[in-house]
């Protein structure tokens, strides 16, 4: 079994090592942000976990890889350098960096590359992975429940803060990305029809950055974390908080509420 005091170690020193060497308030600021959202992850997994305790027994090593996943799955954030590049992950892979601290840690191959590919667009993408490949069953089996634990627990945080602490989730990336203010995005609502991911390249309006959250729902991998979703109302208090913009027309707001509910009813 892992410390998770030991990983908490690991994330705190690497934060202050990246912060004592930074002149960038900005950065510091947002790495800031990524220390809460951490621990914020490993109370959602926590929430995760109670609902899938009432249907699933789970293996006590299993669920302590899992939280050091939580707890270490964004420590490369805090060597990005550019505050712009922070937002569009030009500078390198933070997922990548993540990967590379915890393997010279020690940490065992499974939390490894759950935590490489927790970011990847694609969960596919793991399955050309010749570390993975080579494998035994079982070892791939835990490596696939961390990588989608990981991913719905760190979506999951992310589609809850943004209903909780909306003011700043907005401005923060505004002031990244230099959106606007607008309607949605015409592709951003046929992605929606389709329930897929929304696009980050896609992505120029306050609203659309929202909706773009919001098409999380379509990369859940467990029926729990909808209950997690249904417990805070976040999909309607999401929905309520897009009708009420005065920049996205009534045609955006109803396809966006009959490819969810269509989505709901699947």
Known sequence: ???????TKLLLDSHDLWINSSNSQRI????????????????????????????????????????????LHDVGRFFQNDWIEVFENKDYDHWDKSYEIVKKSNYSLDICLAIK????????????????????????????FLLNILKDADKLQNMIYSIF????????DKTARNIKEGDITKENLVDIQKHKLINRANVNTFWDY???????????????????????WYIYKSLDKI???????????EIIRKSIESFKKS
Do not use: G
């Open 243 to 253: 009708e009420k913009s005065p920049w996205v027309s009534k045609e955006s707001m």
């Open 28 to 71: 510091i600021k947002y790495n800031v942000h990524k220390v809460r959202h951490t621990f914020c992850v490993l109370e959602t997994w926590r929430n995760l976990l109670i609902k899938i305790k009432e249907n699933t027994i789970l293996d006590p090593e299993l669920v302590n890889k899992a939280e050091v996943c939580f707890m």
């Open 117 to 144: 590919y927790h970011n990847k667009f694609t969960i596919n993408w793991i399955f050309e992975e010749i570390q993975y490949l080579e494998m035994n069953d079982f070892e791939k089996q835990d490596t696939i």
């Open 210 to 232: 929202y909706l773009a959250t919001i098409s999380f729902i379509f990369d859940l991998n467990f029926k729990e974390s909808f209950r997690v979703l249904d417990f805070y």
């Open 1 to 7: 079994m892992y410390s998770l005091t030991q990983a």
């Open 165 to 172: 602490d909306s003011d700043s989730y907005f401005i923060t």
